[in-house]
């Protein structure tokens, strides 16, 4: 079992900053491939970044690259996604995932574990 907490959404202004955290306990973090996911009213969720269990390979969706960066620090067992130049779109719940893998997943199905979501809202 893992358990998830996100941390560090909030309001912000649009071009502003946030970062993301995700605190993970229970089975060994670094056994897991990671994942941020984001589900806006009425839209379904959708895959934002992953990251592989030792943080060598990343995925983004088109519509953050450039924008939002994913990282982990195993030894605290602790992922992040940092977010800049962030856009009213990008407001939603976000949630970060846990994959039994070691390779990036990209789809919210291969993810066993979730945490219960932070929200960001980002004013125009």
């Known amino acids: 079992q893992v358990q998830l907490v996100e941390s560090g959404g909030g309001l912000v202004q649009a071009g502003g900053s946030l970062r993301l955290s995700c605190a993970a306990s229970g089975r060994t973090f670094s056994s897991y491939a990671m994942g941020w996911f984001r589900q806006a009213p009425g839209k379904e969720r959708e895959s934002v970044a992953a990251i592989s269990w030792s943080g060598s390979s990343t995925f983004y969706a088109e519509s953050v690259k450039g924008r939002f960066t994913i990282s982990r620090d195993n030894a605290k067992n602790t992922m992040y996604l940092q977010m800049d130049s962030l856009k009213p779109e990008d407001t939603a719940v976000y949630y970060c995932?846990?994959?039994?893998?070691?390779?990036?997943?990209?789809?919210?199905?291969?993810?066993?574990?979730w945490g219960q979501g932070t929200q960001v809202t980002v004013s125009s």
């Open positions: 995932a846990a994959a039994a893998s070691r390779r990036i997943e990209t789809h919210d199905y291969e993810y066993g574990y």
